[in-house]
């Protein structure tokens, strides 16, 4: 049954050129579309959006407004596109929206998008994850604002942890967003990227630190469309990650003996330069292990073992699970049980040639024919539409001949004998 569609996009942080081929393609689609003129650039809309569309500034809606909107979708089964700026996910208010939309006789969908604080580390060529000094990333947002914040989630108490931060919606209130950064360990020497409006045409970035962030901020009257990125790991160094180390192996590549070597040497004076932590109390004189410890330390490290290989298993399932699908993308058509259809944008991907399914040798016990027609047929997921993938132009199919059976070997001639019974009769 055609129904109607609402979508949920994340248009990214401002440029209209990263919003992701999904997103786009979902505006382009679109009846109706629905977007932030305040926090997403017009080109975002204007470059993807049909000529027909209608388009509503969701600045000046209310929740019931735009579920008005929705009804209409459901009613008239219309495909409307509700553009977010940087990621759904984040502050878009999308939970109720999508919460009462799925309640509707509509198809439902979020579309993620490129998040305001991934485009500014991408600005200023920052890993917000540097190897041993910050391996984690809070997002969070000040307190005291329209929205109450929940018990325990105050900035003071995230940045005791003392890792990288981005802070959303704080802007306004910066000087007190300094004091609680500060009672929580941070000192004024830290470093902290301001970036406003990231990626638009007025972008502007400011490196500055914890001590001199009010003063920035009220030199350039940034109060609005502002994010905070503030930890070590803006300026340090860190050390190379391992992951692509010759000494280091996975599953896809092996490691070189001597770089290993080394490798492991470099981790070894690492943990000696670190103080050690004197124990709190003094070492038991180590027993021999009776039987019933041995018993207990043999059945351990069989399941251990056991479960090493479960972990292996469920892994190789996951690759062949991937095989799986990408088949299925491919060979849909071909298959008695019903698969996800593949979406009309990426078909044409796949031409005949991917398509066609090797030769398989005919059961000597079926009847032999001369020739055998296969078609394959793609559908697309959205229009309905199919489109045949053939191995010939003139035809729009692709034949293939049964293979002949093997000859028969040639026999010396023997001694004439009896003539054999019917049922002792050879081929």
């Given at each position: 049954?055609?129904?109607?569609?609402?979508?949920?996009?994340g248009?990214?942080?401002?440029?209209?050129?990263?919003?992701?081929?999904?997103?786009?393609?979902?505006?382009a689609?679109?009846?109706?579309v629905?977007?932030?003129?305040?926090?997403?650039?017009?080109e975002?809309?204007?470059e993807?959006?049909?000529?027909?569309?209608?388009?509503?500034?969701?600045s000046?809606?209310?929740?019931?407004?735009?579920?008005?909107?929705?009804?209409?979708?459901?009613?008239?089964?219309?495909?409307?596109?509700?553009?977010?700026?940087?990621?759904?996910?984040?502050?878009g208010?999308?939970?109720?929206q999508?919460?009462?939309?799925?309640?509707?006789?509509?198809?439902?969908e979020?579309?993620?998008?490129?998040a305001?604080?991934?485009?500014?580390?991408?600005?200023?060529?920052?890993e917000?994850?540097?190897?041993?000094?910050?391996?984690?990333?809070?997002?969070?947002?000040?307190?005291?604002?329209?929205?109450?914040?929940?018990?325990?989630?105050?900035?003071?108490e995230f940045?005791?942890?003392?890792?990288?931060?981005?802070?959303?919606?704080?802007?306004?209130?910066?000087g007190?967003?300094?004091?609680?950064?500060?009672?929580?360990?941070?000192?004024?020497?830290?470093?902290?990227?301001?970036a406003?409006?990231v990626?638009?045409?007025?972008?502007?970035?400011?490196?500055?630190?914890?001590?001199?962030l009010?003063?920035?901020?009220?030199?350039?009257?940034?109060w609005?469309?502002?994010?905070?990125?503030?930890?070590k790991?803006?300026?340090?160094?860190?050390?190379?990650?391992?992951?692509?180390?010759?000494?280091?192996?996975?599953?896809?590549?092996?490691a070189?003996?001597?770089?290993?070597?080394?490798?492991?040497?470099?981790?070894?004076?690492?943990?000696?330069?670190k103080?050690?932590?004197?124990?709190p109390?003094?070492?038991?004189?180590?027993?021999?292990?009776?039987k019933?410890e041995?018993?207990?330390?043999?059945?351990?490290?069989?399941?251990?073992?056991?479960q090493?290989?479960?972990?292996?298993?469920?892994?190789?399932?996951v690759?062949?699970?991937?095989?799986?699908?990408?088949?299925?993308?491919?060979?849909?058509?071909?298959?008695?049980?019903?698969?996800?259809?593949?979406?009309?944008?990426?078909?044409?991907?796949?031409?005949?040639?991917?398509?066609?399914?090797p030769?398989?040798?005919a059961?000597e016990t079926?009847?032999?024919?001369?020739?055998s027609?296969v078609?394959?047929?793609?559908?697309?997921?959205k229009?309905?539409?199919?489109?045949?993938?053939?191995?010939?132009?003139?035809?729009?199919?692709?034949?293939?001949k049964a293979?002949?059976?093997?000859?028969?070997?040639?026999?010396?001639?023997?001694?004439?004998?009896?003539?054999a019974?019917?049922?002792?009769?050879?081929?």
């Open positions: 049954m055609v129904t109607g569609r609402i979508s949920f996009i248009a990214g942080p401002g440029a209209a050129d990263l919003i992701t081929v999904r997103g786009a393609k979902r505006i689609e679109a009846d109706i629905v977007w932030a003129a305040s926090l997403v650039t017009p975002c809309v204007q993807h959006a049909r000529s027909d569309a209608e388009l509503v500034d969701s000046r809606l209310t929740h019931e407004q735009a579920l008005e909107i929705y009804r209409r979708a459901e009613r008239d089964k219309l495909n409307v596109a509700r553009v977010h700026s940087g990621d759904p996910s984040l502050w208010a999308v939970q109720e999508y919460d009462s939309a799925i309640k509707m006789n509509l198809e439902v979020i579309v993620p998008g490129v305001a604080f991934s485009a500014a580390a991408a600005s200023i060529g920052r917000l994850t540097v190897p041993e000094v910050a391996q984690s990333l809070v997002l969070t947002r000040l307190e005291g604002g329209k929205t109450p914040m929940p018990d325990g989630e105050k900035v003071r940045a005791k942890h003392g890792t990288t931060m981005a802070l959303f919606l704080s802007a306004a209130r910066t007190q967003l300094v004091e609680e950064l500060r009672a929580g360990g941070y000192p004024d020497d830290t470093p902290v990227l301001v406003y409006k990626t638009w045409p007025d972008e502007l970035l400011v490196r500055s630190t914890l001590g001199q009010e003063a920035d901020c009220k030199k350039h009257k940034l609005r469309h502002t994010l905070f990125i503030i930890g790991g803006l300026t340090a160094g860190g050390t190379r990650s391992h992951l692509y180390h010759a000494g280091h192996f996975h599953t896809f590549r092996k070189d003996k001597e770089a290993r070597r080394a490798l492991r040497a470099e981790r070894s004076s690492r943990r000696a330069d103080p050690q932590e004197p124990d109390a003094p070492a038991k004189a180590e027993t021999a292990p009776t019933a041995t018993a207990k330390a043999d059945v351990a490290a069989a399941d251990a073992a056991t090493l290989k479960e972990s292996d298993a469920a892994w190789w399932a690759r062949d699970w991937q095989e799986t699908a990408r088949g299925a993308a491919r060979f849909g058509a071909n298959r008695s049980i019903p698969i996800r259809q593949a979406d009309e944008s990426q078909s044409e991907l796949f031409t005949a040639e991917d398509a066609a399914e030769e398989q040798a059961p079926a009847a032999p024919q001369a020739e027609t078609t394959t047929t793609r559908t697309a997921a229009t309905g539409t199919a489109r045949k993938s053939t191995g010939t132009a003139k035809s729009g199919t692709t034949k293939r293979p002949a059976k093997p000859a028969a070997k040639s026999k010396q001639p023997a001694k004439r004998k009896p003539a019974k019917p049922d002792e009769q050879s081929e």
